[in-house]
């Protein structure tokens, strides 16, 4: 029997089909496409009917994306526990918190501290980026730098490969430089026509091969996140599903 090969989608990708009546059908549909983890944006509603969901699709929410500074960590390791979610990852915070280095302690503070409540439950935390924390610069280097800096090593990486290259990033040097911190990635090869902001840092879309080869044995999952604001997303998730399903079985 062929080893499965484990590829996750953000959910927040087809999020107008997961209401309380299409989310078991929404699943279904992602694990014939070939993957096997979904990664939830929201555990915290109704984590009992999430899990149930999951459970019946076959597919694995590993990891989760959910905000220790707008829940209380015990209330998000509550629902990950319900879930059977291993990485509670902070997906988003406001620009202008960390525009300057108080700030960006302060997140680093807040994930740390979280970290060490969710290690007695066997659980970790981790940080998604976006643009912003490459392109505004703190003492003299991108505030994402400066944060991973002052995070503990227990603290998780998902780098977002898209939103680093927006906002000025080469990950071609970055991920040899992070090592074994980055452990997820955010992943997308073909994107909705017109939606795509200017790459300022080094354009990865069509090295997505180099990029996951990089990440080397430290990689746990690759999570493909599309968004679509003027067409049906279900095309654009299905070439991504095959182009890195190939990719992780090859």
């Not at 918190?97 to 970790?124: F, K, M, P, Y």
């Not at 680093?164 to 997308?188: Q, W």
Request: proline letters at 6%; aromatic letters at 6%; charged letters at 20%.
């Amino acid at each position: 029997m062929t080893a499965q090969h484990p590829l996750g989608i953000q959910l927040y990708s087809v999020r107008d089909d997961i209401g309380p009546d299409r989310l078991g059908g929404t699943l279904a549909r992602l694990a014939a496409l070939g993957f096997t983890h979904a990664e939830p944006y929201d555990i915290v509603s109704d984590p009992r009917a999430l899990a149930a969901a999951l459970r019946d699709s076959g597919l694995h929410a590993a990891t989760a994306h959910a905000s220790v500074l707008r829940h209380e960590t015990a209330e998000l390791l509550d629902a990950a526990e319900e879930v059977g979610v291993g990485t509670v990852i902070t997906p988003w915070v406001a620009p202008d918190s960390i525009a300057d280095r108080a700030g960006v302690q302060h997140l680093a503070d807040t994930l740390n501290t979280a970290a060490r409540q969710a290690a007695e439950r066997g659980i970790r935390i981790g940080y998604h980026n976006h643009d912003f924390e490459f392109a505004q610069a703190v003492d003299g280097v991108p505030a994402y730098e400066l944060l991973a800096e002052l995070l503990d090593p227990a603290v998780v990486l998902e780098l977002d490969v898209y939103w680093a290259g927006v906002g000025g990033a080469d990950v071609f040097e970055l991920l040899p430089r992070l090592g074994d911190r980055v452990r997820l990635l955010h992943v997308v090869r073909d994107r909705e026509p017109g939606n795509d902001r200017p790459v300022l840092g080094v354009d990865a879309t069509d090295r997505m091969a180099e990029v996951v080869a990089l990440a080397g044995p430290a990689l746990e999952l690759p999570v493909v996140e599309v968004v679509a604001h003027h067409s049906d997303v279900w095309p654009l998730v299905e070439r991504n599903a095959g182009y890195f399903r190939g990719l992780v079985s090859a």
